[in-house]
Nanobody
């Protein structure tokens, strides 16, 4: 299984970015997509997650209203649209997938991880 994240970059505060994560090798559908981020010296933190049906989505309080998670099951791809970025959003962003039936807010809930993509927001 491979997850390939892309879309990171350097932007100004207030700008937008769209992250993508393409999966290959997952044995079947029904998996949950998650996005996490990690800043230097901090633990990896939950950002958002979306279930297979795309109706069930959850966000961290720090990004709710600014970020939107979505997925295209036919393409085995997950997305994270990030709007109105600020300096506190600077981090390496990781996509993850899991078949586990948990709350999906902890990194331990996820079985598969992408390599991370760096987002830098300058103020």
């Amino acid at each position: 299984v491979q997850l390939q994240a892309s879309g990171g970059g350097v932007v100004q505060a207030g700008d937008s970015l769209r992250l993508s994560c393409a999966a290959s090798g997952l044995p079947f559908g029904g998996y949950v997509w998650g996005w996490f981020r990690q800043s230097p010296g901090k633990e990896r933190e939950f950002v958002a997650r979306i279930r297979w049906n795309s109706r069930d989505k959850n966000y961290a309080d720090s990004v709710a209203g600014r970020f939107t998670i979505s997925r295209d099951n036919a393409k085995h791809t997950g997305y994270l649209q990030m709007n109105n970025l600020n300096a506190e959003d600077t981090a390496v962003y990781y996509c993850a997938a899991t078949y586990r039936s948990t709350t999906h807010y902890a990194p331990e809930s996820y079985q598969y991880w992408g390599q991370g993509t760096l987002v830098t927001v300058s103020s």
